[in-house]
């Protein structure tokens, strides 16, 4: 008997599990990403755990070098708040999809203090790949002290990307990140509209906003206490007339849910409490009860009404109004009649949008006249903007104009017709390469120089004079600069001898375009020799760039083009020769003893001039493109010299304001502006130079990604620690005592100008010029002034002892400070250099 009765016992217990497991299986979302971002652990949130997203997996944050991340060591409302990852520059998450159909978005935000930035005046915009979710949110015009947002969109690709774009010349930044799967039928494709705007069918495409979820007459419910995570809040505060509401609660296992209606919709708790008529007996028929909430007046709205009846003692005595502003929603609603029974739960959606006479939304339950019972009830409401005509969900501009992706696929599509027409472009020139090669054999007599017909200069004509110069004059040949500026044609042989046939122990350096050797011409002279890799396509068009370029440009501050090779589809370019190498070499990873602070500005300012002519010296401007801290050469008086022109592009012509192009450069000096916006100007070599003058201070790389995330990318790193004015404190140790202090900040502020988020803030090349001749000045003086008390700290050797002239701007600007020599006249007069150009007589 015992036996039996427990068999029955367990029987009875194992069907009753499988009752309430089977009675609704509880959602689990499939996708389903929580993120801490910027954070280096994963963090615990109302029993959720957010991962980081340093090490990212089953996601990626696209574009992360537009990144830096912070966190906080004071107290925050929430972990999930304790650190951040802040943007610079457009940037995205991109996350897996695995089941398409609608989707949580939830954000989180807040300021925290000690990040290095002004988060609080950040404006954040974010978008979807088709939706504008956030368009320039800052907290300064804000009350709270967190921002939380849920939205939910119909992904409907197998993708989802969210891009947070900086604007208002700040940073963006966002602290948590949600992407959760929502049940298919949670938001339906129709709802009754009121308001006779806006769409009543359709909705399954749209995206949608949560501005307000509440929990009528029940507590606060935390994302723990909802299957969908979501939360809930008390009604109180949106309450018009505070006494006329009064809390009900049962107990929520109470609450019988109907087929129609599951725990996703709404958790027992919303159903369990309501708030219903204070003093419902007093028969006071001409009474609502009203909630008021603030809402965007541009926008339509989805709302839902959540009832159930546990107010009541028996069925069918329950009748009221509904009211959405002054529409009738509901009118003479039974409840009852529609759920067969007490405590069962009921929802209904309307569209509706504010009301007509103030920028809110009202709801309002009431008495109807005829009920036996004087009462009326709300046990949860959810209101939600649905997206607008230009699919955004704050203000009128579409994620396209947010972020012209649309463009960048199109840059991208232009790379990969590019690449096509390269390589068919190389496959012709194989051919013809080859007729030419089999040509001249039979001829025996002509060399060939097979790319560069197709008008390297603008005037084949020219080349052809200039090749057949080379053949007359048989080994050194110089074309004449007045007729072709191309500088000197070599034959391969000549390189040859002069690299001692590309000996591995003259060389220099390999980088993309190829290797450089040390050569030496039979006048005795050394050059460079960069022998380019002919299987690469971009090489070609490098090489071309190269040639042009610089056979235009004669500058003491920019490396000298002597001549080039095209002999044999070899591309060799020969350059004068730069006893002291690249500048980065003298600033880390080598022995290289370290460059005294003088000699750093006086580099600087050499460089600043060879980019101050690029940018101004000729008819039409030069960017660079590529400018570095190996790009920067010395020679062997340290005399900086900028090189590598194979990027570089003709400026925009006097009536537009930038060049339209595919981005290129080196990560780590690219302007974030032109990375998103891929226009091209003189102050996208303003940019990547402000991250030269960076890493000259710290001698550290551009990028740096051993680094902890914070310092990674020296432009953001040093910022943070100039905007407090503390960059002496990651500056090289070398130089740390041996600055002066306000030449030091000079240096700083004039880097910080030049890596001002827009270009429009960005100081010329030339102003850079006169800062750096300043700081220069600043500290020349002060080495000048200390000389006669202090023979032992701040001597550096080559410095001259006599105290220099008062500083004089009117003079400095063009003339440097200590040089004035005969090469300097040419710094010193554009216009002089200029004429040089149109009127070439060579050097
Ligand atoms: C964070 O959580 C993920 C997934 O649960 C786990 O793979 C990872 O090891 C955790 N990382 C840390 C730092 O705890
Ligand atoms: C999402 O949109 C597609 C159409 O693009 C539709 O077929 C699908 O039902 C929608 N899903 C949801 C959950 O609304
Ligand atoms: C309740 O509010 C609605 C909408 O504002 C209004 O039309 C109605 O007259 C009100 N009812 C009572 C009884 O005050």
Not at 7 to 16: A, E, G, L, Y
Not at 358 to 382: H, I, Q, W
């Amino acid at each position: 008997m015992v036996e039996m009765k427990l068999v029955k016992c367990v029987v009875i217990v194992v069907f009753s599990w499988f009752m309430v497991d089977w009675s609704y299986a509880a959602f689990t979302p499939v996708d389903n990403y929580l993120i801490a971002c910027g954070s280096a652990q994963n963090v615990s949130l109302q029993g959720r755990v957010f991962i980081s997203d340093s090490k990212q997996s089953s996601f990626v944050l696209k574009s992360q070098e537009n990144t830096v991340i912070a966190s906080s060591n004071s107290s925050v409302p929430s972990p999930i708040f304790q650190s951040v990852r802040i943007f610079h520059a457009p940037a995205s998450y991109k996350f897996e999809i695995h089941q398409k159909g609608r989707h949580w978005i939830r954000l989180y935000f807040y300021p925290i203090s000690d990040s290095g930035h002004n988060l609080r005046s950040a404006s954040v915009t974010v978008v979807t790949d088709d939706y504008v979710l956030l368009n320039n949110f800052t907290f300064k015009k804000y009350k709270g002290s967190f921002l939380f947002k849920e939205y939910s969109v119909n992904v409907t690709s197998n993708t989802l990307g969210l891009t947070f774009i900086p604007s208002n010349n700040s940073v963006a930044f966002v602290n948590g990140v949600e992407v959760v799967s929502v049940p298919d039928d949670l938001i339906p494709n129709q709802a009754a509209s009121l308001s006779h705007m806006g769409p009543s069918s359709g909705l399954s495409v749209l995206a949608f906003e949560t501005v307000y979820r509440v929990n009528m007459g029940g507590p606060l419910l935390t994302p723990q206490n909802d299957t969908l995570g979501r939360t809930w809040e008390n009604d109180k505060k949106y309450l018009h007339v505070n006494s006329s509401a009064q809390a009900v609660t049962v107990n929520p296992s109470m609450i019988k849910y109907p087929v129609a209606v599951t725990p996703e919709i709404a958790p027992n708790w919303v159903y369990a409490t309501a708030e219903h008529m204070e003093n419902a007996d007093v028969a006071n028929t001409n009474f609502n009860i009203t909630w008021v909430f603030p809402v965007d007046p541009n926008f339509v709205y989805f709302v839902r009404v959540h009832f159930c009846d546990i107010v009541s003692k028996v069925l069918n005595t329950l009748v009221f109004n509904v009211y959405l502003n002054s529409d009738s929603a509901l009118p003479s609603f039974e409840l009852s009649s529609i759920t067969g029974n007490l405590a069962v739960p009921y929802y209904k959606d309307f569209i509706s949008n504010s009301s007509t006479d103030s920028n809110t939304l009202s709801v309002s339950v009431g008495p109807d006249p005829v009920a036996e019972v004087t009462d009326a009830m709300l046990n949860g409401l959810e209101i939600m903007k649905i997206s607008n005509g230009v699919k955004s969900l704050d203000g009128f501009s579409s994620a396209e104009k947010l972020f012209p992706k649309a463009s960048l696929k199109k840059g991208k599509l232009g790379i990969v017709i590019g690449v096509i027409v390269g390589t068919s472009f190389v496959i012709v020139l194989i051919a013809l390469c080859y007729c030419c090669s089999v040509v001249c054999r039979s001829k025996a007599t002509h060399q060939s120089h097979p790319w560069l017909p197709l008008s390297l200069y603008g005037n084949s004509q020219t080349i052809t004079k200039g090749s057949m110069t080379s053949e007359k004059s048989g080994t050194a040949s110089y074309v004449s600069l007045t007729s072709s500026n191309l500088g000197r044609i070599f034959m391969f042989q000549e390189i040859m001898d002069a690299t001692n046939k590309f000996d591995e122990n003259s060389l220099l350096g390999v980088g993309g375009f190829g290797r450089v050797y040390k050569g030496m011409l039979e006048d005795g002279t050394y050059v460079a020799v960069k022998r380019g890799n002919t299987r690469s396509e971009q090489g070609i068009a490098e090489f071309r760039t190269e040639i042009e370029m610089l056979s235009k440009l004669r500058h003491r501050h920019l490396v000298s083009l002597i001549g080039y090779c095209d002999e044999r589809s070899e591309m060799i370019l020969v350059y004068e020769y730069m006893a002291n190498g690249p500048l980065r070499s003298h600033l880390y990873g080598t022995t290289l003893p370290s460059l005294s602070w003088k000699q750093r500005l006086e580099i600087c300012i050499g460089a600043a001039k060879g980019l101050h002519y690029l940018h101004t010296g000729a008819a039409q401007s030069i960017i660079h493109r590529d400018v570095k801290t190996t790009n920067i050469l010395l020679d062997e008086n340290f005399v900086a010299k900028v090189a590598d022109f194979g990027l570089s592009k003709a400026g925009p012509a006097i009536d537009q304001t930038h060049v339209s192009t595919a981005v290129k450069g080196s990560f780590g000096y690219l302007d974030p502006e032109y990375f998103r916006r891929q226009q091209l100007t003189e102050k996208s070599d303003v940019y990547s130079f402000g991250v030269v003058l960076m890493e000259i201070l710290c001698t550290r790389p551009a990028l740096n990604p051993v680094l902890p995330r914070e310092q990674v990318n020296i432009a953001e790193w040093a910022m943070s620690w100039q905007k407090k004015g503390m960059l002496d404190q990651i500056m090289d140790h070398n130089l740390v005592g041996k600055v002066n202090s306000a030449s030091l900040k000079k240096f700083g502020e004039t880097a910080e100008k030049c890596l001002e988020e827009y270009g429009v803030d960005r100081p010329t090349m030339g102003d850079v010029l006169w800062n750096l001749e300043y700081a220069l000045q600043l500290e020349v003086t002060s080495l000048a002034l200390s000389e006669p008390e202090d023979n032992s700290t701040n001597h550096i050797p080559g410095i001259p002892s006599t105290p220099l002239e008062p500083f004089d701007n009117s003079v400095s600007m063009v003339d440097g400070v200590n040089s004035g020599t005969d090469e300097d006249a040419e710094d010193s007069a554009t216009s002089t250099v200029f004429s040089q150009l149109v009127n070439p007589h060579g050097r």
